[in-house]
């Protein structure tokens, strides 16, 4: 993820707080993924975990 994202404004409210969204794995517990990158405001999406695998490929 770029660091970038988290110091931008949100386009839609102008907030700076933003919510980092994981997806904890069943079979680890102490493993995470990282789900979303969220406006607290308005909920608005910065990252996806889908964008991060378009962007592998």
């Known amino acids: 993820m770029n660091?970038?994202?988290l110091d931008e404004?949100?386009?839609k409210c102008g907030c700076k707080d933003?919510?980092?969204k994981r997806d904890?794995?069943?079979e680890h517990?102490?493993?995470a993924k990282t789900g979303a990158l969220l406006c607290?405001?308005?909920g608005y999406?910065?990252?996806?975990r889908e964008d991060e695998?378009?962007?592998k490929e």
């Open 24 to 26: 904890i794995e069943s």
């Open 53 to 55: 695998e378009k962007e």
């Open 9 to 11: 404004k949100c386009p």
């Open 40 to 42: 607290s405001e308005c």
């Open 29 to 31: 517990r102490a493993h």
């Open 18 to 20: 933003k919510i980092l």
């Open 3 to 5: 660091l970038g994202k």
């Open 45 to 48: 999406v910065f990252k996806s």
